[in-house]
């Protein structure tokens, strides 16, 4: 199995299955596993997920990579650019504790959080379960 050099926590559109992660993650992994943060997790008004620093809990995965160089597509498709101000970008990239589902230290990662005045700009709604999937792939009925 090929070193891990880079680890990243997602939540949304990245995670295995969702509309991102093919593009974005998929032939880059080395690994996943189920996971944890601290925050508060909301549905966007464009379709995809907002995480903030508030009380609570959001499960996602965290996925393992070869390299970092996957930060550049990431950070792209995240709206952040190095250097910029919560202003400028849409989400910060930053590096925190992420813990197992038992809510257990696992690793130190990266991950995309929103500041909560973009999240009430975008009409954030906030998912109490602390888990989101995508609208448009749940089945009516």
């Not at 880079?6 to 939540?11: D, G, M, N, W």
């Not at 379709?47 to 950070?75: A, C, S």
């Not at 130190?108 to 700009?121: I, K, Q």
Request: proline share 9%.
């Amino acid at each position: 199995m090929p070193a891990v050099n880079c680890s990243v926590f997602v939540y949304g559109t990245l995670k295995p299955g969702e509309r991102y992660h093919d593009r974005y993650c998929g032939n880059q992994v080395v690994c996943s596993e189920p996971a944890c943060v601290p925050g508060r997790l909301y549905h966007l008004s464009p379709g995809y997920p907002g995480l903030t620093h508030e009380p609570g809990w959001v499960r996602g995965v965290l996925l393992h990579f070869e390299t970092p160089k996957v930060l550049v597509g990431l950070d792209e498709l995240e709206g952040y650019t190095l250097g910029g101000s919560g202003t400028d970008n849409m989400y910060e990239r930053t590096w925190e504790q992420i813990y197992r589902l038992d809510r257990t230290p696992l690793t130190w990662a990266w991950l995309y959080r929103m500041e909560p005045e973009r999240v009430a700009s975008l009409d954030g709604i906030w998912i109490p379960e602390g888990y989101w999937l995508d609208p448009s792939d749940r089945s009516e009925g």
